[in-house]
């Protein structure tokens, strides 16, 4: 994959608005007392609970989350007993999570570009891991 695919990927999923709101934006959604107790329910996995997953930091959530997780996930019974909203915030959160790693690893070269390499590499990581996938994307259409 080159650079001008990725950045058909990120532009496809920015055209789906799955990062319209970031976390950061957004009501606290996961905290409403009646969501807790149906998402503790619904396990990703046979020792993570939506519930679980919503809690961790993002970087760790990334990298427990597996795409077929994920499919599984929003395929389930218990995952379409949800409300609309409820069923929107959270799918937004897991496309923001799954997706995360490919964003990182395309606005690294274009972020130290912009920059004109004054930083170092680990600095330039330590910088990008705190963005939203959303400003990731801006790195690269910036870059392009």
């Given at each position: 994959m080159d650079r001008s695919d990725a950045m058909m990927i990120m532009e496809f999923l920015c055209r789906l608005r799955l990062f319209e709101q970031s976390v950061a934006e957004q009501k606290r959604w996961y905290d409403d007392e009646k969501l807790n107790g149906k998402a503790k329910d619904i396990m990703i996995k046979p020792?993570?609970?939506l519930h679980d997953l919503v809690q961790l930091?993002?970087?760790e959530a990334?990298?427990?989350l597996k795409y077929k997780d994920c499919l599984d996930l929003v395929t389930s019974e218990e995952f379409r007993e949800l409300s609309n909203r409820s069923r929107k915030a959270y799918t937004?959160?897991?496309c923001?999570?799954?997706a995360r790693r490919f964003f990182l690893r395309w606005a690294l070269d274009p972020f130290m570009d912009l920059i004109h390499y004054r930083l170092p590499?680990?600095?330039?990581?330590?910088i990008?891991?705190?963005l939203e996938n959303k400003d990731l994307h801006n790195i690269c259409?910036?870059?392009s």
């Open positions: 020792d993570l609970s930091r993002p970087e990334a990298k427990l937004v959160y897991l923001e999570k799954t590499l680990l600095c330039c990581d330590m990008i891991e705190n259409l910036a870059r």
